[in-house]
Structure formats: C-alpha cells, structure tokens
C-alpha cells in the first residue's frame, strides 16, 4: 500500500475517499504504529493489521508526524508549511493512510 500523493490523473478515483476524511478534526498514528524515515519519505507498519503503507514524500511524513501536537490536520498541514492551495493532495493521503488504521482520530497531546 502507497499513500503517497496522487497526481491528477488518479484524483478523481480518490476523491470520494478523501471527502469522508475531516480536514478539521484532530488525528494521530495508530498506538501500534511504527514510523521508520526513509530518504523517500517513510515506512509505516502497523503490528496490529500487519500492514505496510509507504509515505514517498518527506513532506507528507512531516504532516503525519505534526498531527498528534495539533488540533486538526489542517492546523497540523499549515504547521508544516504546506500550501493550502496543494491540502487536498495531502487530504487524500491522509484518508488512504486513515482507510488502513495508519491513523486514528485521536486527540492533540
């Protein structure tokens, strides 16, 4: 599994996915979810499902990892300097990785 982010060509496929995923609700990695960086971006293994997802794009695994210290992803994506005009590049991301348990609605710590 890759949730690294999808051109337009591939939009249109992950839009319904990436609209059930709120932009402006707190989230976090899964508690049985390991990160290991990677020049690319990173792997994330979750022990409980044992699965695999890939982040190819350092940016994206700055966003996931800012998301635990913020209020929301959006708060968590302006954080880290993304662009509004690109979040919903990244949204979809964030759903693919949330459709996996990569991450849960959680709470800011």
């Given amino acids: 599994m890759s949730a690294d982010l999808p051109d337009e060509r591939g939009a249109a496929g992950l839009a319904s996915a990436a609209a059930g995923f709120d932009l402006d609700r707190a989230w976090r990695l899964h508690p049985q979810v ?14 409980g499902t044992r699965k695999l997802s890939f982040l190819k794009e350092p940016a994206l695994l700055a966003l996931v990892e800012a998301l635990p210290a913020h209020a929301s992803a959006r708060a968590a994506a302006a954080a880290v300097g993304l662009p509004a005009a690109s979040l ?11 459709a996996s348990s990569m991450i849960v609605e959680g709470s800011p710590l």
């Fill in 88 to 98: 919903d590049r990244y949204q979809r991301a964030l759903a693919t990785l949330a």
């Fill in 34 to 47: 390991s990160v290991r960086p990677e020049s690319f971006g990173a792997l994330l293994y979750h022990f």
